[in-house]
């Protein structure tokens, strides 16, 4: 099994900045890669950004400019730092991350989620 964990979250204030962190553990044999998500109250979850094995990063174009994904998937571990926040980022956030087994089957396993508020 594997266990995801999400810290970080919480109030801030338009334009202040936020960094979540994310660590995985348990059974993994090989992380493909890490990513967090997000979901707002009444919208579906949504990508945010991406780090695979290589450190190859992608963002959700809403986000481009703003946060950095970082992190070391051989270790487990992916931190997402958030600046110039607005309302509309919002949401509870999810850490992902995309295990392969010894065999070379794909799973993805999620956190509970972690709240970030952005309101004055």
């Known amino acids: 099994q594997v266990q995801v964990e999400e810290s970080g979250g919480g109030l801030v204030q338009p334009g202040g900045s936020l960094t979540l962190s994310c660590a995985a553990s348990g059974n993994i044999f090989s992380m493909a890669k890490m990513g967090w998500y997000r979901q707002a109250p009444g919208k579906q979850r949504e990508l945010v950004a991406t780090i695979d094995f290589s450190r190859i990063t992608d963002y959700a174009d809403f986000v481009k400019g703003r946060f950095t994904i970082s992190g070391d998937t051989a270790k487990g571990t992916a931190y997402l730092q958030m600046n110039r926040l607005n309302p509309e980022d919002t949401a509870v956030y999810y850490c992902?991350?995309?295990?392969?087994?010894?065999?070379?089957?794909?799973?993805?396993?999620w956190g509970q989620g972690t709240q970030v508020t952005v309101s004055s």
């Open positions: 992902n991350a995309g295990v392969l087994s010894r065999i070379g089957a794909y799973s993805d396993y």
